[in-house]
């Protein structure tokens, strides 16, 4: 997918040409989850990882904020988007906040274009089922590339976040469950060749015809920085600080209002005490 | 680069990182191509690995101790959510779309039990035996009761593998451990949702110690 005029194509082709009636969604779907090599030099450093992961976080960030300023949900459907569209702002909150302390430059948020996605309450919810399930399997396929296991252990907490929005958007949308709510025993890794294909879609014109900018996820970000391990103690505290931007978004929520019922029962880490099954 | 993930220290070294990633798809304990991605799983778990010649297998204990521990910890674990979702969904308590949505868990736990005890095997360690497990008084006595000690099975599995992400020092157990979290994830939003619950709880999953998962499974296994 080095070809920015392959990219223009697949949009063009999927989103306003002949086949834009099964746009984003489709372009996501159709997505081969087959296993293929991925090549050594796709991520230079965990800051070209993390680059690629602010990257689809932007994508959904912006994607859910214009999908909940639609009006197309209501009730518990709105409420669990809401949630989701949070997360994925504290994603991006995080990354950012991670890349800079580690002395790299966060791409920028790319211009966007999402098509017929909100063309309805089904339309919004089945793309986001998609791009749910691709950057489950963007992350998955970049995390043998992490060195840094502060980094990893972070990547590898938004990873399951995203598995829980891809599940949970697919039972609002009465998906079956083996093969819809779940993608079997086993999450499967998508290399980053076609995660890009798949998010080319929704990458608008303007960025395609004026040649990717930094925000692109087609260099996977042009960090200078080295993989250079001798600021592990940096690291470490750069995730202290994402996880700072991620705890602050967590307490916004708590403030809000929950759907009826909502318990803490996930707090299994905190005194132990509530963990007793 | 996933040589790094050894921390430097002696591993008994396949020739490439292909040829290993090739006996490992020959013994179905990751996916085939998985390549040079942490993109190994336990897609296929335990077929062939019995005919797998025994010289080569013995290569795989290559891993170091502490990983074959941490599969030993999953295992356990996998174990009583196998038997947990086995005994519940034997209960009759779920009807319709949570039957149809809890069924599968079920049978994912039992593939994950499947799965890290043809790794354990293939890597050269020796797999725990199935713990005895005793489960409260009431536990299966309506649906209610068994959706809500799901939940929390499912989040404590949740907690224990991110505990568990950052000490794993082998690529392809780093690969399978989170290709098993993020469908015990799955596991645990569908189960809130059901419940009408908080599907999301943070932003980020949490991790948990092993001291902490075990002192909340301890009193049901011996």
């Not at chain 1, 932007?58 to 988007?81: C, K, M, P, V």
């Not at chain 1, 079997?184 to 040649?211: D, H, R």
């Not at chain 2, 921390?7 to 996916?31: D, H």
């Amino acid at each position: 997918m080095s070809n920015p005029f392959l990219l223009r194509q697949s949009r063009q082709d999927l989103v306003h040409g002949q086949l834009s009636s099964v746009a984003p969604a489709t372009a996501l779907g159709a997505l081969n989850h087959r296993w293929a090599l991925a090549a050594p030099g796709d991520f230079a450093s965990d800051i070209d990882v993390l680059n690629y992961a602010l990257t689809l976080e932007y994508l959904e960030a912006e994607f859910y904020r214009q999908g909940n300023s639609a009006g197309l949900l209501s009730g518990i459907e709105a409420q669990y988007l809401a949630q989701v569209g949070e997360d994925e702002q504290a994603h991006v909150t995080a990354l950012t906040q991670t890349i800079q302390q580690l002395g790299g430059t966060p791409v920028e948020q790319p211009w966007v274009d999402f098509g017929d996605a909100f063309a309805s309450r089904d339309s919004y919810l089945t793309t986001s089922v998609t791009f749910e399930n691709v950057g489950v399997g963007a992350y998955l396929g970049a995390a043998g590339f992490i060195q840094d296991k502060t980094i990893l252990a972070a990547a590898a907490g938004i990873f399951g976040v995203e598995a829980r929005h891809a599940a949970v958007v697919a039972m609002l949308l009465g998906l079956p469950a083996e093969g819809g709510v779940y993608r079997g025993a086993f999450e499967t890794p998508i290399e980053k060749a076609e995660v890009l294909a798949a998010v080319a879609p929704f990458l608008a014109p303007s960025q395609m015809a004026g040649g990717m900018p930094s925000g692109a996820p087609e260099t996977g970000g042009g960090s200078t920085v080295s993989t250079d391990r001798s600021g592990l103690i940096t690291a470490g505290s750069v995730a202290a600080l994402a996880a700072a931007g991620v705890a602050a978004a967590t307490v916004q929520r708590r403030r809000a209002d929950r759907p009826a019922g909502v318990t803490e029962s996930a707090d299994v880490t905190g005194d132990g005490s509530s963990a007793s099954v | 680069m996933r040589r790094k993930m050894f921390g430097g220290r002696p591993v008994v070294e396949f020739q490439t990182g292909l040829q290993r990633r090739e006996f490992l798809r020959l013994a179905g304990i990751v996916g085939v191509g998985a390549g040079f991605v942490a993109g190994g799983v336990l897609s296929a778990p335990a077929a062939g690995a019995a005919t797998v010649p025994g010289s080569r297998a013995a290569a795989l204990a290559a891993i170091e101790t502490s990983d074959l521990d941490i599969l030993n910890y999953a295992l356990t674990l996998e174990y009583l959510e196998a038997d947990f979702y086995a005994t519940g969904l034997q209960s009759g308590l779920l009807t319709d779309r949570e039957l149809e949505l809890v069924t599968p868990i079920g049978d994912h736990e039992q593939q994950h039990v499947d799965a890290v005890t043809a790794a354990l095997t293939a890597f050269g360690g020796t797999p725990v035996a199935k713990p005895k497990i005793t489960y409260p008084a009431g536990t299966f006595a309506s649906r209610d009761s068994f959706l809500q000690t799901a939940a929390q099975f499912e989040e404590l599995g949740v907690t224990a593998y991110h505990g568990k992400v950052p000490l794993i020092k082998d690529a392809d157990v780093l690969a399978a451990a989170a290709s098993i979290a993020g469908v015990e994830s799955r596991h645990a939003a569908v189960i809130a949702a059901l419940l009408q619950g908080d599907p999301f709880p943070a932003p980020v999953e949490k991790a948990a110690s092993e001291e902490q998962v075990l002192a909340a499974v301890t009193p049901l296994i011996s």
